[in-house]
């Protein structure tokens, strides 16, 4: 190996919190002659990801991602799909028998055109074993209108002792109904009356082997009523006065998803029509509102401006707060007679004076800080030129987001069949009003299918942090460059591909070391969270949920402090060439030696983030409304979703502009600092 050349010397002494860097002699920015950090754990990230392909195929070869996304009939056959012995391909949608189940049908039926009210036939059930039509010659459809899959197999299902064996999956007994077989008759199904109909056996309320036909619309391959088709039933078979409010519930949900696909409906034709505005303002407007915000940020009466109003509107909120409170307490001690207690007015006072304290408290602080003040605000001047003088630097997340979806695509596809290797069983729901229970189907996983569910979640958790870690190292790098960089002119746009090529090349060790601190304590939070809700379900120890709740504040908490360090120790790294341990060492050190600056920075930073996120949202979202109002008013339904979702994509646009803008700022204070340290007077860089 090479000797390595080291941009700055060892810290002088032992005290490493107080000693400042010293340069070395040939000092010309971040070192060039790097090496491998961190090997070891990219050698783990690998044998992770080869973990998670060998878990994948073993789950694809053995599951069937229908069984996840597919719905299940009330005999555990996946409609859509050629499975557990039974085909079902031809009949991908499932129209609901009860609540809970139903059977699978080709289409999912349509009554307009078909019946007088275009939305039911009382006399026309689709039951568990085909559709049967009342013998009293009332029915008004075909019998053919909605097909049926095959279920004849299920007629020699015989009642022993009021014992229903189910279907084949699970071989489960359960108490279903006290028939013979799941044929409809009369008297089964129909009665005398519609109202009748409504309380048979075959019906039940909503909970039978049988419901009526009516209008309905697909949504996930399932069959919903319509509002007409439900408002028609209810009124119909006084399903309305009806005590089973569970079924209300459930028949009221129908009708909001059959409000909810017509508003879908609508959406979608709306974003088709203005599909070309929506990208072109979201995507290409934006990203010039966003450069011009940052051209904003160099005009430096403008950017003081914007800080130190942001510092004292807080301030001001404070005051004003307070104002309020006080003359509440005071306007209540006043009152005659009382309109509050003596101990609530004096509370509010209090709370009036601890207002005011806080404004008073800001205020000096605010004094005593405008040093590290003014340093921000240089910080987020120069992270401005930064990025203005290498626009190509914001690839680094469009990089990012692209092999963090192509990451995603696998490992959902390699989740879903896992989630298939469960076994289906049954359990039984009690029927309200009846002493009767229907069939629920519910997956249970063996062991070690949970524990292969665990080790996905923590290489999704690991690889998401790690693909973060990269682009914040590229920033990094560039920015440092760039700070290091005297001759400004000889800076190119491909400075930020050279930082991604040396990133790749040698430190995706150190971004697989910090991210996997961050997926440890993600995975700490994910079982924290699992084990609550265990405990919630089999019991209300309150006591016991509190506990967790501070544990998940806890570690949530320590996440963002990991990854505030993490994003400091990359810094260090992307300058001097370090492994993350000791990055991360110095970086912990730096921020102790300057806490106050860094303090100030990351106040400053936030306040400019945040205005500049909502100011290139709102901006955009303003742009784009008023040029659809004046092209496109006669061609849409509404204007809301296009603009709502111009407004999100510029707002993540903005995101993605502002999250390497608040890199570049805390790269740009390290530069600085260790500028500061290294040298003096007219050597500095700054």
């Excluded at 006399?123 to 029915?139: E, F, H, I, K, R």
């Excluded at 909503?206 to 919903?224: E, H, I, T, V």
């Excluded at 192509?406 to 076994?423: D, K, P």
């Excluded at 979202?621 to 849409?636: K, R, S």
Aim: net charge negative; with cysteine; glycine share 6%.
């Amino acid at each position: 190996m090479p000797q390595i050349k080291r941009s700055i010397a060892d810290y002088d002494g032992e005290d490493e919190a107080h000693d400042k860097l010293r340069a070395a002699a040939d000092f010309n920015g971040p070192v060039e002659d790097r090496y491998c950090t961190d090997l070891l754990m990219l050698v783990l990230l690998c044998l992770c990801w080869a973990g998670m392909t060998a878990i994948g195929a073993y789950a694809v070869h053995n599951g069937d991602y229908r069984l996840v996304l597919y719905p299940l009939d009330y005999d555990g056959n996946v409609c859509g799909a050629d499975l557990n012995d039974r085909d079902m391909t031809e009949y991908p949608y499932l129209y609901y028998t009860n609540a809970v189940g139903g059977v699978c049908v080709k289409e999912c039926p349509s009554l307009v055109g078909q019946t007088a009210d275009n939305a039911t036939d009382l006399y026309t059930l689709v039951t568990y074993t085909g559709v049967y039509q009342s013998t009293n010659g009332l029915a008004t459809v075909p019998a053919d209108l909605v097909q049926v899959a095959d279920y004849s197999y299920t007629l020699n299902i015989t009642d022993t002792a009021n014992n229903v064996n189910v279907g084949d999956l699970g071989n489960l007994s359960i108490t279903l109904l006290n028939t013979n077989n799941f044929q409809c008759t009369e008297d089964l199904c129909v009665g005398n009356s519609l109202e009748a109909s409504w309380k048979t056996l075959g019906i039940n309320r909503g909970f039978g082997f049988a419901y009526y036909l009516g209008d309905s619309f697909p949504l996930f391959q399932r069959c919903f009523l319509t509002t007409e088709a439900r408002d028609q039933i209810a009124n119909l078979t006084n399903a309305a006065g009806d005590a089973n409010d569970l079924f209300k519930d459930v028949i009221s949900t129908s009708g909001d998803l059959e409000i909810a696909n017509d508003f879908i409906s609508n959406l979608y034709g709306d974003l088709w029509a203005t599909r070309l505005y929506i990208m072109g303002f979201g995507f290409g407007v934006s990203l010039i509102v966003s450069l011009l915000y940052m051209v904003l940020l160099r005009i430096p009466v403008l950017l003081s401006a914007l800080i130190w109003f942001s510092i004292f509107g807080v301030i001001g909120m404070f005051a004003i707060a307070g104002w309020f409170t006080s003359e509440k307490a005071a306007e209540w001690e006043a009152a005659d007679p009382p309109v509050v207690g003596e101990k609530q007015a004096n509370v509010t006072k209090i709370i009036g004076y601890v207002l005011y304290g806080i404004a008073a408290f800001l205020v000096l602080l605010a004094i005593c800080m405008r040093k590290q003040i003014q340093l921000a605000v240089m910080c987020v001047k120069k992270a401005g030129a930064a990025v203005n003088d290498m626009v190509l630097i914001f690839a680094i997340p469009v990089l990012q987001g692209l092999g963090f979806l192509a990451f995603t695509a696998v490992w959902a596809w390699y989740s879903s069949h896992l989630a298939s290797l469960g076994t289906i069983t049954l359990e039984t729901m009690d029927v309200p009003l009846t002493d009767y229970a229907v069939p629920v189907r519910t997956y249970e996983y063996s062991e070690d299918v949970r524990k292969l569910g665990w080790f996905l979640l923590f290489c999704f958790f690991w690889t998401g942090s790690f693909i973060l870690a990269i682009g914040e190292m590229v920033i990094a790098m560039a920015v440092s460059k760039w700070y290091f960089t005297a001759e400004r002119r000889l800076i190119t746009q491909h400075l930020p591909f050279a930082a991604l090529w040396s990133t790749i090349v040698y430190h995706l060790g150190t971004c697989a070391f910090g991210s996997l601190i961050i997926a440890i304590i993600k995975m700490l939070r994910a079982i924290m969270a699992y084990i609550k809700k265990q405990i919630s379900e089999t019991s209300n120890e309150k006591l016991a949920n509190c506990l967790f709740c501070c544990c998940q504040c806890c570690l949530c908490c320590l996440e963002k402090c990991v990854e505030f360090i993490n994003e400091n120790a990359y810094i260090q790294c992307a300058i001097f060439g370090t492994p993350f341990c000791e990055s991360g060492r110095k970086a912990f050190y730096l921020i102790l030696r300057n806490a106050a600056r860094i303090g100030a920075v990351s106040y400053v930073s936030a306040a400019v983030l945040v205005v500049g996120k909502l100011f290139i949202a709102a901006l955009t979202t303003f742009l784009a409304y008023y040029t659809l109002t004046e092209h496109l008013e006669l061609e849409v339904w509404s204007f809301g979703g296009p603009i709502a979702m111009i407004f999100i994509i510029s707002y993540f646009v903005a995101d993605m502009f502002m999250d390497v803008f608040d890199i570049s700022i805390l790269c740009v204070l390290h530069c600085f600092i260790a500028d500061e340290e290294m040298f003096d007077g007219q050597a500095r860089y700054a």
